[in-house]
T-cell receptor, first 117, second 110 residues
Framework: EAEVAQSPRYKITEKSQAVAFWCDPI?????LYWYRQILGQGPELLVQ????????DSQLPKDRFSAERLKGVDSTLKIQPAELGDSAMYLC???????????????FGEGSRLTVL | AQRVTQPEKLLSVFKGAPVELKCNYS??????LFWYVQYSRQRLQLLLRHISRESIKGFTADLNKGETSFHLKKPFAQEEDSAMYYC????????????FGQGTELSVKP
């Protein structure tokens, strides 16, 4: 069964260092999402891609976070420099289509847990 | 502002008891509501959506626009229902963007 792949599963870093997370969505899924989940809270959308284009990055802290999906397939989320408050689970999800045809079913990866010391 | 509120962090019931996980939302238009579930050591996954009016694993949820609620119900809880449950909202014409609540942990005791 096709699944969303993410790496690394765990990352421990010191503040001010750079961190990168990778996501490979389910093959054929046009829409890719990066969510951040702070412990005890629900997932919060950081950025949404439709193919290689950013559809929504309104909640992405653009002074330190960047995301790309160059060929419209896999994606990378980067944090530079990391801060203590960035400690969270970073979830990648994908869906078959975007826009009004989207059913609302997102397929999530296992997540990348970041700890900033 | 769009917001989803799940007032209970933890709900503990005994096997066979009825379950109701509460979800209230704030949205000015016509939202779509969903319940997602995360079982232990598994990925977050869709449980059900209001538009489908379906029962999944014995769970149902009715959208009450007057009370702006979308509570998840099951008449007889099973131990395998123990999990984190997240209510989520999507605004009209907003594609796949989901706004999640804080989540409720359901613990079903034997």
């Amino acid at each position: 069964e096709a699944e969303v792949a993410q790496s690394p599963r765990y990352k421990i870093t010191e503040k001010s260092q750079a961190v990168a997370f990778w996501c490979d969505p389910i093959s054929g899924h046009a829409t890719l999402y990066w969510y951040r989940q702070i412990l005890g809270q629900g997932p919060e959308l950081l950025v949404q891609f439709q193919d290689e284009s950013v559809v929504d990055d309104s909640q992405l802290p653009k002074d330190r976070f960047s995301a790309e999906r160059l060929k419209g397939v896999d994606s990378t989320l980067k944090i530079q420099p990391a801060e203590l408050g960035d400690s969270a689970m970073y979830l990648c999800a994908s869906s078959l289509v975007g826009g009004t045809a989207n059913t609302g079913e997102l397929f999530f990866g296992e997540g990348s847990r970041l700890t900033v010391l | 502002a769009q917001r989803v509120t799940q007032p209970e962090k933890l709900l503990s019931v005994f096997k066979g008891a009825p379950v109701e996980l509460k979800c209230n939302y704030s949205y000015s238009g016509s939202p779509e509501l969903f319940w997602y579930v995360q079982y232990s050591r598994q990925r977050l996954q869709l449980l059900l959506r209001h538009i489908s009016r379906e029962s999944i694993k014995g769970f149902t949820a009715d959208l009450n626009k007057g009370e702006t609620s979308f509570h998840l119900k099951k008449p007889f809880a099973q131990e395998e229902d123990s999990a984190m449950y997240y209510c989520a909202l999507r605004g009209y014409n907003q594609g796949g963007k989901l706004i999640f609540g804080q989540g409720t942990e359901l613990s079903v005791k034997p």
